[in-house]
């Protein structure tokens, strides 16, 4: 069993950055691929970004590449969501996730095993 952490959400203005956290603790944190989703209220949970577990690949949805960087530390057990430029519709709670099987479906909630508890942030205008 793993258990996922997010911290590092919060308020911020258009324009700024806040940088997200996932601590992973339990099992080895690997050799899990890594995603980030978004879930507005009443909305479908949105992919994000994703990273393989050598970190060599990574993945991103339209709406944020260029502005939003996944990255991972094996060593720490932690992954991390470094958002820039950040949008008033960035604004959602945001979860990050470990799939176990590798990275074939990383666009796919079901792909996913663990889930943290969700972070929210905000982007005011």
């Known amino acids: 069993q793993v258990q996922l952490v997010e911290s590092g959400g919060g308020l911020v203005q258009a324009g700024g950055s806040l940088r997200l956290s996932c601590a992973a603790s339990g099992r080895t944190f690997g050799p899990y691929t890594m995603g980030w989703w978004r879930q507005a209220p009443g909305k479908e949970r949105e992919f994000v970004a994703a990273i393989t577990w050598s970190g060599g690949s990574t993945y991103y949805t339209y709406s944020v590449k260029g502005r939003f960087t996944i990255s991972r530390d094996n060593a720490k057990n932690t992954g991390y969501l470094q958002m820039n430029s950040m949008k008033p519709v960035d604004t959602d709670v945001y979860y990050c996730?470990?799939?176990?099987?590798?990275?074939?479906?990383?666009?796919?909630?079901?792909?996913?095993?663990?889930w943290g508890q969700g972070s929210q942030v905000t982007v005011s205008s």
């Open positions: 996730a470990a799939a176990p099987l590798g990275s074939q479906h990383y666009y796919r909630t079901d792909w996913y095993e663990y």
